[in-house]
């Protein structure tokens, strides 16, 4: 694997393509497809002191006390 792959990759989270969504055929699948947005919120560090579930058509956030700074 090349250095340009392997920044390729380093930087996929930022290639969603926003009319996707419209593919998205279920709850759950709209549901993470809009958890692909949130994991790009910055944080303090870029530490991301969260984690998400996501149960019967709703998402839950918690604090990931591991990553806390």
Known sequence: MN?????GENYSAWQVDTQ???KCRSDKERLE???R????????HNSQ???FEIGEGAIKIFLDFSRRL
């Open 20 to 22: 996707d969504f419209y």
């Open 49 to 51: 002191p969260w984690r």
């Open 37 to 44: 947005f949130a994991v790009l919120a910055p944080s303090s």
């Open 3 to 7: 250095l340009r792959t392997k920044i």
């Open 33 to 35: 497809f809009l958890l």
